[in-house]
Antibody, heavy 118, light 106 residues
């Protein structure tokens, strides 16, 4: 059974950095694109970034371009999101998600909370 | 591409037929998914490619539409269906979500 588990969330001051991880198991990680999606408290879902199966193609939400970097280590079955210059509006639960059985987001992690506050 | 869901919330009773709409700001063919999310949980894929039922999802859920106008229908609302529903387009990046529709108990 495919499983995605995020980690690395926490409380961070504005302007600081944080790196999130998403550990995959039960799937051939290197075969799938991986996405980050976030959800601010009591708000809707917001797609953040995607990385192709081999890391050759990457796309970002405009509001995180230049501040966030998505990457993956296929040897460790792990996805990353390096978040720099964090802002209060980046406060959210961050989910990793992947199209495994379908071309759509059919597998999700449980999410990790990032709080940007002084 | 912007996705506009309506209504943003609704109240319904068990057994009711519920319809949620999602309108895209430009054509996305059938690259649309519907998700269900319950409080404190990750979203769950219900429908993909606008009308294909995800494995394991009850047949009371159905999707239709193409181009810019899409619909999610729950034919007979069950107690476990009270949740928030989101549409998402995968026609182009960014893969935007609709604002959500909260289905509450009447």
């Amino acid at each position: 059974q495919a499983q995605l588990v995020e980690s690395g969330g926490g409380v961070v001051q504005p302007g600081r950095s944080l790196r999130l991880s998403c550990a995959a198991s039960g799937l051939t990680f290197r075969s799938y694109a991986m996405h980050w999606v976030r959800q601010a408290p009591d708000k809707g879902l917001e797609w953040v970034a995607v990385i192709s199966y081999d890391g050759s193609k990457i796309y970002y939400l405009d509001s995180v371009k230049g501040r966030f970097t998505i990457s993956r280590d296929n040897s460790r079955n792990t996805l990353y999101l390096q978040m720099n210059s964090l802002r209060a509006e980046d406060t959210a639960v961050y989910f990793c998600a992947s199209p495994v059985d379908t071309p759509y987001f059919d597998h999700w992690g449980q999410g990790t909370l990032v709080t940007v506050s002084s | 591409i912007q996705l506009t869901q309506s209504p943003s919330s609704l109240s319904a009773s068990v057994g009711d037929r519920v319809t949620i709409t999602c309108r895209a700001s430009q054509g996305i063919s059938s690259y649309l998914a519907w998700y269900q999310q319950k409080p404190g949980k990750a979203p769950k894929l219900l429908i993909y490619a606008a009308s294909t039922l995800q494995s394991g999802v009850p047949s009371r859920f159905s999707g239709s539409g193409s181009g810019t106008d899409f619909t999610l229908t729950i034919s007979s609302l069950q107690p476990e269906d009270f949740a928030t529903y989101y549409c998402q387009q995968l026609g182009s990046y960014p893969h935007t979500f609709g604002g959500g529709t909260k289905v509450g108990i009447k």
